[in-house]
């Protein structure tokens, strides 16, 4: 179902995307526009803060701050 959404959406077809790719990056959106981790965790269906800590990324301007 994921491989037919890209397709539709005009993904190129070397890249990869997986489920873990899709939740990934949007636990790292969500992490960048400040979103607390109690409602990332709600939107993606983590059931832990370590999960979804473990993968997403500080922005370079987070980082700063």
């Known amino acids: 179902m994921l491989k037919a ?3 539709d959406a005009g ?3 070397h890249k990869r ?3 873990h790719s899709v ?3 949007l636990v ?3 992490r960048n526009a ?3 981790p109690t409602e ?3 939107i993606t269906g ?3 803060v370590q999960s979804i800590t473990n993968y997403s990324n500080i922005s370079v301007e987070q980082q700063q701050k």
Do not use: C, E, S, V
């Open 40 to 42: 990332t965790m709600a």
């Open 5 to 7: 959404m890209a397709k």
């Open 46 to 48: 983590h059931t832990n």
């Open 34 to 36: 400040n979103i607390p």
């Open 17 to 19: 995307i997986t489920n």
């Open 28 to 30: 790292q959106k969500l």
């Open 23 to 25: 939740r990934k990056f």
């Open 11 to 13: 993904f190129l077809k």
